[in-house]
């Protein structure tokens, strides 16, 4: 009768609140919300290729990426990462110590895919982590060098669009920059801008040399994002009111 005493409590607790999981299951559940955390940072419409994609993953704290797959996320299935996150868990009823564990996740990285879709459970491959090389940096638009060597043409003067071109190609830009030179109404219009990936805020310079006044800016960010027309000669010429 003692023993059945015992064991009644035991048994309501099973029977009351179902099967108490394991500390490792909900460890586990915390390394799969890691990765599934990651998903959602790489989450993106962008295109972005698998070198891209990997180095935005392993930039994620408590990541590791042992694995890419695809070439781009906006061809065929896209990218595949395979992630590999921690956790751990207690559970003072079981477990007397704190488990932690290792688990790999593969994470799925394309259009088609959710913003928060669940990361899929996946033998962690052999090897360590891998390494990425920081992305090369745009070249710098000249902005100080182009104030300075523009043609100033005094009030009542004229423009010499060919000046401004022969002033563009003594610049020695870096081949990445593209150039455009349009003159309009007396004045001449110039635009310096380096290729965008049509999702993030364009770089780009603008100048306009007219009679009495040679002006280079650069335009507002949100003038500068896609569609936004910011980054265009007909820009230098009239330029867009400045947002408030």
């Avoid at 993953?57 to 992630?83: M, Q």
């Avoid at 000046?163 to 004045?187: M, N, S, W, Y």
């Avoid at 335009?219 to 408030?244: F, W, Y």
Wanted: glycine share 10%; aromatic share 4%.
């Amino acid at each position: 009768m003692r023993r059945l005493l015992l064991l009644a409590p035991l048994l309501l607790f099973t029977v009351g609140c179902g099967v108490v999981p394991s500390s490792e299951d909900e460890a586990t559940d915390a390394a799969r919300e890691v990765a599934r955390k990651a998903g959602e940072r790489l989450y993106g419409q962008r295109p972005r290729t698998a070198e891209e994609v990997g180095r935005s993953a392993s930039g994620i704290d408590g990541v590791e990426v042992l694995r890419v797959t695809g070439t781009s996320t906006h061809n065929g299935d896209g990218i595949d990462v395979v992630v590999r996150t921690s956790g751990s868990a207690y559970n003072g009823l079981l477990d007397p110590e704190e488990v932690a564990v290792r688990r790999c996740f593969a994470v799925r990285v394309s259009p088609k895919s959710e913003w928060d879709e669940d990361p899929r459970d996946v033998d962690c491959p052999d090897g360590p982590p891998l390494t990425f090389a920081p992305p090369p940096e745009p070249p710098r638009l000249p902005y100080e060098e182009l104030r300075a060597k523009l043609p100033q043409v005094p009030e009542g003067g004229r423009v010499d669009e060919a000046e401004v071109r022969r002033t563009l190609a003594a610049l020695d830009l870096h081949p990445a920059i593209r150039t455009e030179v349009k003159a309009d109404g007396g004045r001449v219009g110039v635009l310096l801008s380096v290729k965008g990936n049509g999702f993030d805020a364009q770089d780009c310079l603008l100048a306009r040399v007219g009679p009495g006044a040679t002006e280079v800016w650069v335009p507002p960010r949100i003038q500068r994002m896609p569609g936004e027309g910011g980054c265009t000669v007909g820009n230098a010429l009239d330029p867009k009111p400045s947002p408030h």
